[in-house]
């Protein structure tokens, strides 16, 4: 059996890959005709990025980093998998 994989593009893009995949089983996705990574999504519940936090950068102005680190350590707990 052939090792799992994953091919991404246009219809004409995959007919290309049909003589190797020809006889075995594929599953099909027909993806959105757009490049935003997720659609229908609001901007404000998409996960952060780097992008997304370079807005605040430059702007912390406060001198309390050493008690911000002290309550992260206060509040955390240990992990339950």
Sequence with gaps: MPPQQALEG????VLTHSQE???HRVRLFVLPDTDEPYPGVPANQRPSTGASL???AGTWV???LQ???DEVYRSRSEAKF
């Design 10 to 13: 246009t219809w004409e893009e």
């Design 21 to 23: 995949l020809s006889g």
């Design 54 to 56: 370079l807005k605040y």
């Design 62 to 64: 406060g001198d309390d």
């Design 67 to 69: 008690d911000r680190l």
